[in-house]
């Protein structure tokens, strides 16, 4: 028996039985408060896990102090993130907001690849880097700190405030390490 394909579904009976998709606005509406006790639920398992896997694998100290740590790999990593945060501020915050542009691909494809090719070589510096001292644990530790931490930061906090408190975070790193 062959299965039918979207083509041959009756109309009628696939009327009948829609499927739930959360990009159509289709389904079960949510709740403002179910939606934020999801999410902050995600956060608290999030958070919870990468404070954990980040003092099991002593990360702020081996990042500082161990010898093992590739540190020219490191300043190459740390280079490319404050360029990704240079190029992401100039985008927003001067094209977007005092130009009143709208920053898109379509608009901005030079900018998109720069900052492509600017998170690649800042993924390959620290992979480099934390190499010799975790090993296979590299992608683990490099994940952890983009899941548990870029990623909640870069949804939970407006764009303004993620580069005033993104400076200001790199600069007191940079001062911390030698």
Request: charged share 10%; glycine share 8%; hydrophobic share 45%.
């Amino acid at each position: 028996m062959a299965i039918p394909s979207r083509r041959t579904v009756d109309p009628e009976v696939a009327g009948r039985f829609p499927v739930p998709n959360p990009y159509t606005g289709a389904g079960p509406e949510r709740s403002f408060g179910d939606t934020a006790i999801n999410i902050l639920w995600r956060l608290i398992i999030l958070g919870i896990s990468s404070f954990f896997l980040f003092k099991r694998f002593n990360v702020y100290e081996t990042t500082f102090h161990s010898p093992h740590i590739s540190h020219e790999w490191f300043k190459v990593g740390l280079a490319t993130t404050i360029a990704i945060l240079f190029l992401k501020t100039y985008m927003e915050t001067y094209q977007g907001r005092f130009l009143k542009q709208k920053v898109n691909y379509q608009n901005y494809p030079k900018c998109t690849h720069a900052g492509i090719a600017l998170i690649l070589l800042a993924s390959l510096g620290f992979h480099l880097a934390y190499w010799p001292h975790y090993g296979w644990n590299t992608p683990l530790v490099l994940g952890l700190v983009f899941w548990g931490v870029l990623l909640q930061f870069m949804l939970l906090i407006p764009t303004d405030a993620q580069n005033i408190i993104a400076f200001v975070g790199l600069t007191f790193f940079l001062q911390q390490y030698k």
